[in-house]
């Protein structure tokens, strides 16, 4: 009877990685979305934490004065608007009299006398510079009064903006530390969830990895590890994170050379078997690797190079290939007679090639 595990054809082995992969990727999607509504849980809000540091009075000055600058910004515009419209009038003017002017002394000059319009006219362009002019310069005076208010304003808004960034910067810290202590918590919640997972599969894939569900097992290994690996990378420093990736690094290959070691000093049932098919295979103790002399082999050494790929045409043997066989080099007993059927069989394979009696490897 055939004891031994079955690995199935290679079409179903494809089928299994095939869907070990597709469940790791799912796993570590529906991973992703547990963990990223424990990300979504509302943290400090900055602006109440500004509201709340600034004050609402200093905010309401801040306000009114600001109000009141563009209140005085505005007239400052209204008042050199009407300069601009004060000085067009005061050219016109200007050239207007400077025409009359012109024609009253061409007048004098040939002895006529101007006309009542034309001093009528002259005067009027007069009055009308004259009172351009002063408007102007009562403009001027206005400018002067609303610029000196505007920068009188504008001292106290710096100094109210002072105190407002000062308080600011206060709130700021104030932010930081709280959300410092949100990602910390969030980090937490997160690590409470994945560790317990990730020490849980870790288990089973120590103790279930020979079993048929294997693939379930190292598929759930790998995605909550890739989610570990991610909100370490998200939450913890950068430096912080390289000395886990190298910690984690470094304890891998340990345990992986521990078993290797282990597996070297005292390997286990299937190693061993797969190394005792593979030397008699070769025609080599497998303790020893000693060539084994046995039958044809007696006289001719069958693993050399140039005997390599040559099958040897089997004669029947007197008594040499029908008797039990040690090894000449370490006494290891390779060949020994079946305790079912008598005939010699292999004395390190669990079973009888004539009458396929197992028997438990030591």
Request: overall charge positive; charged content about 20%.
């Amino acid at each position: 009877m055939n004891v031994g595990k079955q690995i199935g054809p290679i079409s179903h082995r494809i089928m299994i990685y095939a869907f070990s992969a597709i469940l790791t990727v799912l796993l570590i999607w529906a991973i992703g979305h547990i963990l990223s509504d424990i990300g979504n849980i509302e943290g400090p809000n900055w602006q109440t934490i500004q509201t709340e540091a600034i004050g609402n009075s200093l905010q309401d000055q801040e306000q009114k004065l600001n109000e009141e600058k563009n209140t005085i910004v505005a007239q400052i515009k209204n008042q050199q608007e009407n300069q601009k419209i004060l000085k067009n009038s005061m050219s016109s003017s200007k050239e207007t009299m400077e025409q009359l002017l012109s024609l009253h002394r061409l007048a004098l000059e040939k002895s006529v006398k101007p006309t009542v319009d034309q001093q009528n006219a002259l005067a009027e362009s007069q009055t009308l510079y004259l009172s351009s002019q002063q408007q102007f310069q009562q403009a001027n005076n206005e400018i002067v009064v609303l610029t000196e208010k505007l920068r009188q304003l504008q001292q106290e808004i710096d100094t109210i903006t002072q105190k407002i960034d000062t308080r600011r910067e206060l709130g700021q810290e104030k932010f930081d530390t709280l959300m410092r202590t949100h990602r910390w918590k969030t980090a937490g919640l997160k690590l409470l969830l994945i560790i317990p997972l990730l020490f849980g599969v870790t288990w089973l894939l120590v103790y279930k990895r020979k079993s048929d569900f294997a693939p379930l097992v190292f598929a759930a290994f790998v995605a909550t590890f890739v989610q570990t690996g991610m909100i370490m990378q998200q939450y913890f420093p950068a430096e912080f994170f390289h000395y886990i990736l190298i910690g984690v690094a470094i304890l891998v290959v340990i345990i992986i050379l521990r078993h290797l070691i282990q597996l070297a000093s005292s390997p286990q049932k299937d190693w061993l078997l797969k190394q005792y098919k593979e030397a008699y295979r070769k025609w080599l103790c497998p303790i020893c690797n000693f060539p084994i002399r046995r039958g044809l082999r007696k006289e001719v050494d069958w693993s050399s190079s140039k005997f390599r790929g040559a099958i040897p045409i089997w004669q029947k043997e007197d008594d040499t290939s029908e008797a039990p066989y040690t090894c000449p080099s370490c006494g290891q007993n390779l060949y020994e007679k079946c305790e079912e059927c008598q005939h010699i069989r292999h004395s390190l394979l669990p079973f009888c090639e004539a009458c396929s009696r197992h028997k438990e490897m030591v």
